[in-house]
């Protein structure tokens, strides 16, 4: 019997033919509804504090919009001057060794 034509033959099943590969598919857009609909302030930024992505609750709590402060350092208006350097170093503790940090702090205000 020639199985030059099935495709389940030469590249294993087809993707999303199971009920896991159809859930790991909707995963990202899980993820994002949760991200979106905490009412847990949510930053996202990257290894140098540079804000990726902000959710609603955090804009709710801190007043600042997206287009206020995505692109920018996370240290700079949103962090208190007492409290940056112990920022700075839990940043460094995310980056180097990888740690997931849960914490509570103040931020500032936009008003």
């Known amino acids: 019997m020639d ?3 099935d ?3 030469q590249t294993g099943p087809l993707r999303g033919s199971s009920p896991t590969d159809l859930a790991l ?3 990202p857009v899980v993820a994002s509804a949760l991200f979106d609909r905490t009412e ?3 930053i996202i930024f ?3 504090g540079t804000i990726l992505r902000i959710n609603a609750a955090c804009e709710t709590i801190t007043g600042f919009a997206p287009d206020d402060i995505v692109g920018t350092c996370y240290l ?3 962090v208190p001057e007492d409290l940056i350097e112990e920022s700075r170093a839990k ?3 995310i980056v180097d060794n990888h740690e997931t940090i849960h914490c509570e702090t ?3 205000r936009k008003d």
Do not use: C, P, V, Y
């Open 40 to 42: 847990s302030a949510i």
């Open 3 to 5: 199985t030059s034509h």
């Open 46 to 48: 990257d290894k140098a």
């Open 7 to 9: 495709k389940e033959s």
């Open 25 to 27: 598919e909707q995963l």
């Open 76 to 78: 700079n208006g949103m």
């Open 106 to 108: 103040r931020w500032m």
């Open 91 to 93: 940043l460094t503790r």
